[in-house]
């Protein structure tokens, strides 16, 4: 008999097409609109998740209740990275590895950060304004700079951290400095120069780049304290999490004019409200936590997601199991 794989939300048809060969798929979605998440446990669709070997869940939860009825689960997997909407420690209780796909989105990332660096050193957002409002002739008023010998300076230098690494220093010629306690010289093969404390990256750096995950040490790593000792030309990036800077010390900074200017995908509560006061500042471009979502990494992390079934349906532990259960 053919394995089942319940797959509640939209995923893109490469990964669809991996599993379809091999495995009958429960898709709610593909007729009508995307399940989004459904809480009943007697909802009708629900009720497939407890019929099939394998789920994969973008925010779709499994509670600690699903698990403990009667289920054939081999795996979990969740669609991308935060797995928050699965009770781990239940799933690690009933013997179910659980998997994620951190690094369906990592270039895509990694892409979105160059191009908010380049979006602010060449004034793109009040250039294309200016254009917009019949002001062509003022183009002299948003002559820019280029990224070619600045100083980039990145916090945290794990998978997306060492791609922007790569992509500022062999791509623009950027001198790129990095700062993570938890990578060690010897074993970092790349173009970024590992300094000591963040204060030495802080005074130097034309770019500040964040790249970590979050945790006690993290947030608000960058505080009051932390951008007061940045040059008053440098720029922030922050593609991480809204609460590794603190948003308030920022925009204070931004308004007293210390700083060159800062580009935020992500922010300490989301969504970003229409007219936040930060929405007005000039020197800030901010998108909307858009920096993983791109057709590429949807396709990636599509693949990496069906891959992830494939093996542990075949007894292979897949590659990214978070809660260290074995595939049985
Ligand atoms: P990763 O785990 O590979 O890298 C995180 C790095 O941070 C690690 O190298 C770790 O050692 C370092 N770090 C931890 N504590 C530190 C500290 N106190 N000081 C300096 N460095 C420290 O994670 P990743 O895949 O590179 O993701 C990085 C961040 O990007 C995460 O916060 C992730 O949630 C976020 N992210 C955002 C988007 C988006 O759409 N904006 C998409 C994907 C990932």
């Not at 300076?153 to 220093?169: C, E, P, Q």
């Given at each position: 008999?053919?394995?089942?794989?319940?797959?509640?939300?939209?995923?893109?048809d490469?990964?669809?097409?991996?599993?379809?060969?091999?495995?009958?798929c429960?898709?709610?979605?593909?007729?009508?609109?995307?399940?989004m998440?459904i809480t009943?446990?007697?909802?009708?669709?629900?009720?497939r998740?407890y019929?099939?070997?394998?789920?994969i869940v973008r925010?779709?939860?499994?509670?600690?209740?699903?698990?403990?009825?009667?289920?054939?689960?081999?795996?979990?997997?969740?669609?991308g990275?935060?797995?928050?909407?699965?009770d781990?420690?239940?799933?690690t209780?009933?013997?179910?590895?659980?998997?994620?796909?951190?690094?369906?989105n990592?270039?895509?990332?990694?892409?979105?950060?160059?191009?908010?660096?380049l979006?602010?050193?060449r004034?793109?957002?009040?250039?294309?304004?200016?254009?917009l409002?019949g002001?062509?002739?003022?183009?002299?008023?948003?002559?820019?700079?280029?990224?070619?010998?600045?100083?980039?300076?990145?916090?945290?230098?794990g998978?997306?951290g060492?791609?922007?690494?790569?992509?500022?220093?062999?791509?623009?010629?950027?001198?790129?400095?990095?700062?993570?306690?938890?990578?060690?010289?010897?074993?970092y093969?790349?173009?970024?120069?590992?300094v000591a404390?963040?204060?030495?990256?802080?005074?130097?750096?034309?770019?500040?780049?964040?790249?970590?995950d979050?945790?006690?040490?993290?947030?608000?790593?960058l505080?009051a304290?932390a951008?007061?000792?940045?040059k008053?030309?440098?720029?922030?990036?922050?593609?991480s999490r809204?609460?590794?800077?603190d948003?308030?010390?920022l925009?204070?900074?931004?308004?007293?004019d210390r700083?060159g200017?800062?580009?935020?995908?992500?922010?300490e509560?989301?969504?970003?409200?229409?007219?936040?006061?930060?929405t007005?500042?000039?020197?800030v471009?901010?998108?909307?936590?858009?920096?993983?979502?791109?057709?590429?990494?949807?396709?990636?992390?599509?693949?990496a997601?069906?891959q992830?079934?494939?093996?542990?349906?075949?007894?292979?532990t897949?590659?990214?199991?978070?809660?260290?259960?074995?595939?049985?």
């Amino acid at each position: 008999m053919r394995p089942k794989v319940f797959i509640p939300e939209y995923m893109a048809d490469v990964g669809m097409a991996m599993l379809k060969s091999s495995c009958d798929c429960i898709i709610p979605w593909e007729k009508g609109k995307p399940v989004m998440n459904i809480t009943d446990p007697a909802h009708p669709i629900r009720q497939r998740l407890y019929e099939a070997d394998a789920v994969i869940v973008r925010v779709f939860t499994i509670t600690g209740k699903d698990l403990a009825r009667p289920n054939r689960l081999k795996v979990i997997v969740k669609h991308g990275v935060g797995l928050d909407n699965i009770d781990l420690p239940a799933a690690t209780a009933h013997g179910i590895p659980v998997a994620y796909t951190p690094t369906g989105n990592t270039n895509a990332v990694a892409e979105h950060t160059m191009a908010l660096m380049l979006s602010l050193i060449r004034r793109i957002k009040p250039a294309g304004r200016a254009l917009l409002e019949g002001r062509f002739n003022e183009r002299n008023d948003y002559c820019g700079d280029e990224l070619d010998g600045k100083i980039l300076g990145l916090i945290g230098l794990g998978r997306i951290g060492s791609l922007v690494a790569k992509k500022a220093a062999y791509g623009f010629d950027m001198r790129v400095i990095a700062y993570d306690p938890y990578v060690s010289s010897d074993a970092y093969d790349g173009p970024a120069q590992l300094v000591a404390t963040l204060e030495e990256l802080l005074v130097i750096s034309d770019f500040v780049s964040l790249h970590v995950d979050l945790n006690d040490e993290t947030r608000h790593i960058l505080d009051a304290r932390a951008l007061n000792k940045v040059k008053p030309t440098c720029r922030i990036i922050n593609t991480s999490r809204g609460a590794a800077i603190d948003q308030t010390a920022l925009m204070a900074a931004l308004q007293s004019d210390r700083l060159g200017g800062a580009a935020l995908d992500v922010f300490e509560d989301e969504p970003l409200p229409a007219h936040h006061p930060i929405t007005e500042l000039p020197h800030v471009v901010l998108t909307p936590h858009i920096a993983g979502l791109t057709t590429t990494s949807m396709e990636r992390t599509a693949q990496a997601s069906a891959q992830a079934v494939l093996d542990a349906l075949v007894g292979k532990t897949p590659e990214y199991v978070v809660n260290g259960v074995p595939v049985c």
